[in-house]
């Protein structure tokens, strides 16, 4: 079964460093997506991508996030300047049409 | 705010029993459906999607929608302590295919 790989699994990291989150969809979809969900919260939209740009944006995603497609294959997530509150879990998405998500296994990303 | 309402639980039944999960959505113009099962620390897994009005069956599983009262519902058939977990609605946003996720409900199925 195709997967969607996600690294690290965890990252901890100072207040105020720049993270990349990086992610691996699977190789025939064409829509992918970041999501977080911070600790007993619940998971929420931050960007999807679709051919080569961002196709929508939630308002949690703001000048602080970037996402990029370098390659190809890779899909990343890169935080600037990360906040305490930037602590959750990150999971990358994909989609082949308009069927449900394969979700990524998650980064757990914590600010210090 | 597009909202996504369930109930958090946790609900609790015993094994072999019917476990029924609902929610509630603030959008009429979302089309797109689905159930995600959560084990805790782990990604969310897709369980069942529908798009039409009516039930849909899976296995164990049976989605039910009903648009004109804007509810969704998952009903857990033979319910097993594997399916301990918890259970998310999401909703897509119209015109879009990001989705709207509810807090989750989690069930605790009772050897």
């Known amino acids: 079964e195709p997967e969607v790989t996600q690294t690290p699994s965890h990252q901890v990291t100072q207040m105020g460093q720049e993270v990349i989150l990086r992610c691996v969809p699977i190789s025939n979809h064409l829509y992918f997506y970041w999501y977080r969900q911070i600790l007993g919260q619940k998971v929420e939209f931050l960007v999807s991508f679709y051919n080569n740009e961002i196709s929508e944006k939630s308002e949690i995603f703001d000048d602080q996030f970037s996402v990029e497609r370098p390659d190809g294959s890779n899909f990343t997530l890169k935080i600037r300047s990360t906040k305490l509150e930037d602590s959750a879990m990150y999971f990358c998405a994909s989609i082949q049409n308009t069927d449900g998500y394969t979700f990524g296994s998650g980064t757990r990303l914590t600010v210090v | 705010q597009k909202e996504v309402e369930q109930n958090s639980g946790p609900l609790s039944v015993p094994e072999g029993a019917i476990a029924s999960l609902n929610c509630t959505y603030s959008d009429r113009g979302s089309q797109s459906f689905f159930w995600y099962r959560q084990y805790s620390g782990k990604s969310p897994e897709l369980i069942m999607s529908i798009y039409s009005n009516g039930d849909k069956e899976d296995g164990r599983f049976t989605a039910q929608l009903n648009k004109a009262s804007q509810y969704v519902s998952l009903l857990i058939r033979d319910s097993q302590p594997s399916d301990s977990a918890t259970y998310l609605c999401?909703?897509?946003?119209?015109?879009?295919?990001?989705?709207?996720f509810g807090t989750g409900t989690r069930l605790t199925v009772i050897p």
């Open positions: 999401a909703v897509n946003e119209p015109g879009a295919n990001n989705l709207f």
